[in-house]
Every structure is written in C-alpha cells, then in structure tokens.
T-cell receptor, first 107, second 114 residues
Framework: TQLLEQSPQFLSIQEGENLTVYCNSS?????LQWYRQEPGEGPVLLVT?????EVKKLKRLTFQFGDARKDSSLHITAAQPGDTGLYLC???????FGAGTRLTVKP | GAVVSQHPSWVICKSGTSVKIECRSL??????MFWYRQFPKQSLMLMAT?????????EQGVEKDKFLINHASLTLSTLTVTSAHPEDSSFYIC??????????FGPGTRLTVT
C-alpha cells in the first residue's frame, strides 16, 4: 500500500496571503491527483499530475509533481475565502487519499 | 462535467437493519467505482474498489460480509450495510472512473444508525 502524508494538517490564513501544502510519500507514484472537498459534499478533482517535475496551473493554484514522483505540492496565490476547504491528494491509480489539509481563509 | 449521483442523500435506520446505497454515473459508463467512508473532520477512507461484473476488492480491515458491494452495470454500483450498528454511522461516498484519470465523486450519503 502506497501511503500519502499531507502537511500541514490545518492551516488558517488571512485573505490575500499565499500558502503551500504538501503531499509526500516514500513510494513512487505513476500519477497523483489533488482534490478539494467542501463540507457535506464529495471531493472535486482539481488536477492530475503525471510527469516528474511537472507544473500545472489552475488560475491561482499551482501544482507541482516532484522529479522523483514521490511528492507533490499545491501553492495558492492570494488566497480567498472561497478557497476554504479540505485539500486532498490521492494516487490516481489506487485512489487512496492522504489525511488532507484543512484550509481556512479568513476575510 | 460528468455527474455521479448517490441515493439516498441521507438515511436513518435502526440498529440491526440493512441499508442500501446506490451510486450511479449519469452520463458516462464507469468500469470502476470506489466506495469510501468519511468520519467527521477526517479524510476519505477507501473501503473497496468495484469493477463491473466482478467481485469487489475490499481494503484490509473492511468486512466484505458486512459491506456488500454489487457493481451490476456500467452505471450502477450499490453498497449494502448489513446489520447496521451505531458505529457504522458515517458519511459514505462513491466515485466513478472515466478513462484513465478522470474521477468523479458522488455527493455522499449520510447514514445514521440509532
């Protein structure tokens, strides 16, 4: 079983700040996915990263896949209250999730 | 985007009864579906992977006789919680895979066992 560790577990910031959350493993992944989940709803896929060293941008969100394909990061620029939620990473193959980062952006 | 539905969205049942939860991919065919449970303030825990026409693959520690999964068609998978107990109360979420990487989640079913 490939385990994913996410950090930090909780993050509370003010609107307009930048932040980075991490997803790490000792195993190599063929691909990783990032999701955001809001309370009482299912997760929504944000991005899939496949190639080591890959960087993908989704508006103010920047995703990076480590060169060795063991880790990934999500950077949010100028966070907004609408970014509040649980951010999860998962191996795209086995669909097992990390523990998540619970982000709160205060107005 | 693709839509996955779950029914019911919430259910309350008495201890000892069984509850069936349906997961449907509304506008695509899903050869693989996944079932999760999620406790408050926690992440999603994978329970089983379900492939159409074959037996589900359960994660370690998940009782297959208690959580019955049937993937009867390319658009429908069901999870039946048998002889439910209060500790089975949780948020159950399914997802359906389309293609290699596309994954769509249902809105979840909140089960409360009294």
């Amino acid at each position: 079983t490939q385990l994913l560790e996410q950090s930090p577990q909780f993050l509370s910031i003010q609107e307009g700040e930048n932040l980075t959350v991490y997803c790490n493993s000792s195993s190599v992944f063929s691909s990783l996915q990032w999701y955001r989940q809001e309370p009482g709803e299912g997760p929504v896929l944000l991005v899939t990263v496949v190639t080591g060293g890959e960087v993908k941008k989704l508006k103010r969100l920047t995703f990076q896949f480590g060169d060795a394909r063991k880790d990934s990061s999500l950077h949010i620029t100028a966070a907004q209250p609408g970014d509040t939620g649980l951010y999860l990473c998962a191996g795209a193959g086995d669909m097992r999730f990390g523990a998540g980062t619970r982000l709160t952006v205060k107005p | 985007g693709a839509v996955v539905s779950q029914h019911p969205s919430w259910v309350i049942c008495k201890s000892g009864t069984s509850v069936k939860i349906e997961c449907r991919s509304l506008d695509f065919q899903a050869t693989t579906m996944f079932w999760y449970r999620q406790f408050p303030k926690q992440s999603l825990m994978l329970m089983a992977t379900s492939n159409e026409g074959s037996k589900a693959t359960y994660e370690q520690g998940v009782e297959k006789d208690k959580f019955l999964i049937n993937h009867a068609s390319l658009t429908l998978s069901t999870l039946t919680v048998t002889s439910a107990h209060p500790e089975d109360s949780s948020f159950y979420i399914c997802s359906a895979r389309r293609g290699l990487y596309e994954q769509y989640f249902g809105p979840g079913t909140r089960l409360t066992v009294t």
